[in-house]
């Protein structure tokens, strides 16, 4: 293995003087190191004539293997640059309730907590928009809005409920009527989620509600509803701490759980190494 540096020089110089001026050696070491490669090999390498050495049928296939040998540590050596070098944070836009409820614990304490990142809570319409001019990596929505260059892959479902205060002597009837007059408390993306809800769970759209308070986030949502002030329609997975203290309760229609799509956003013309790690986690958490 030694000798084939100086072969493949000597082959590419066209002549044993050349070759030897590149190797910065003399004509006679280089010509003992040809010898030896082609006594290890145990047959000629090379047709000698008039002082040029051109390869013969087995030099022609040894040549072949060193050139491929030195694409491959090429490769081999830009892979080791490349893990040694710090990866770029992940940049990640994702609706709120999705983000901060379900996404955000997969990177903190679970199997994606070795990934940095730079995460948002964006409306579903910012989430596409960052992907869309590159000011995120990867977005997480809850409804799929056709887009010419971005792609929308689903990636399992989370579960939608209606909430109302755990300590109301009487919680609100699931039916049309009484849902009709409760008084809701709504947010930014509560539109498309309630939608949802009151078409899946009573097979209708209610068009009109009473709107007692309006927030940007979820947050204030749950405190609220949890003070009874309204009620609220908002992912399941957002109320598990406020249900752990018994603050506020979910409320289901039995046999017709509202369930609602997550997909992934991503621009195909872009590249992060931890996206399609996170999309196997993510797929594996949130499941159809």
Same mark, same amino acid.
């Given at each position: 293995m030694r000798y084939l540096h100086a072969f493949?020089?000597?082959c590419e110089a066209g002549s044993l003087r050349a070759g030897a001026g590149i190797l910065h050696r003399t004509e006679q070491?280089?010509?003992y190191q040809l010898r030896k490669l082609e006594e290890a090999l145990g047959m000629p390498v090379f047709q000698r004539s008039n %002082?040029?050495?051109t390869p013969n049928a087995a030099g022609e296939r040894l040549l072949a293997f060193c050139r491929e040998m030195g694409r491959d540590w090429d490769r081999l050596r830009e892979e080791i640059r490349a893990s040694e070098s710090p990866s770029p944070p =992940?940049?990640?836009?994702a609706v709120s309730g999705f983000g901060r409820y379900q996404l955000?614990?997969?990177?903190?304490?679970?199997? =994606?907590?070795?990934?940095?990142?730079?995460m948002r809570y964006p409306t579903a319409e910012e989430v596409v928009r960052h992907v869309e001019t590159g000011v995120s990596d990867l977005g997480f929505v809850h409804r799929m809005d056709p887009h010419e260059r971005l792609s929308h892959i689903p990636l399992g479902t989370e579960e939608i409920v209606l909430i109302a205060a755990a300590r109301l002597s009487q919680s609100p009837a699931l039916d049309v009527e009484s849902l009709r007059d409760a008084t809701y408390v709504t947010y930014d993306e509560s539109d498309y989620v309630f939608a949802t809800w009151f078409t899946q769970?009573?097979?209708m759209n209610l068009t009109h509600c009473n709107v007692a308070s309006h927030f940007?986030?979820?947050?204030?949502? =749950?405190e609220w509803?949890?003070? %009874?002030? %309204?009620?609220?329609?908002?992912?399941?997975?957002c109320i598990n701490d406020h249900a752990a203290r018994g603050d506020l309760m979910a409320l289901r229609k039995p046999g017709r759980p509202c369930q609602n799509t997550i997909y992934a956003v991503l621009d195909p013309a872009r590249h992060h190494v931890a996206i399609e790690r996170t999309l196997q986690v993510v797929r594996k958490h949130a499941q159809f």
């Open positions: 493949r020089v000597v070491a280089v010509s %002082g040029r050495l =992940l940049r990640i836009s955000l614990p997969l990177f903190l304490e679970g199997p =994606l907590a070795d990934v940095p990142i730079r769970a009573l097979g940007e986030e979820l947050e204030e949502v =749950l509803v949890a003070a %009874g002030r %309204g009620v609220s329609i908002v992912p399941a997975a």
